[in-house]
Nanobody, 124 residues
């Protein structure tokens, strides 16, 4: 059984960097043809795909967040990490990590395993 678990601070100050880590068990993040995504859901809104790291280590980002987003992976720990720079009052959301055979879609059905999600608040 594949499991994903998000971890990181639930509260970030404006202009700071948000860092969240997804720890994967039951599969390797280097398994061929899988992509490991970060997806968020702001209050009252739909899912927003933010970016992904693929099985080869290549990264992909949403054009709307590209300048503020970085994704790294640590294969020794089977983890991948999201960094979102310069957080604003538009960034509070539940942040999810998920596995899929593709990337870029906000459609929940495109991903077969999800983390439980972690709530992030932005406040000074």
């Amino acid at each position: 059984q594949v499991q994903l678990q998000e971890s990181g601070p639930g509260l970030v100050k404006p202009s700071q960097t948000l860092s969240l880590t997804c720890t994967v068990s039951g599969d390797s993040i280097t398994t061929n043809y899988y992509y490991w995504s970060w997806i968020r859901q702001p209050p009252g809104k739909g899912l927003e795909w933010m970016g992904a790291v693929g099985y080869s280590g290549k990264t992909y980002y949403s054009p709307s967040l590209n300048r503020r987003t970085s994704i790294y992976r640590d294969t020794s720990k089977n983890q991948f990490t999201l960094k979102l720079n310069s957080v604003t009052p538009e960034d509070p959301a539940v942040y999810f990590c998920a596995r899929g055979r593709s990337y870029g879609s906000p459609d929940r059905d495109e991903y077969d395993y999800w983390g439980q999600g972690t709530q992030v608040t932005v406040s000074s």
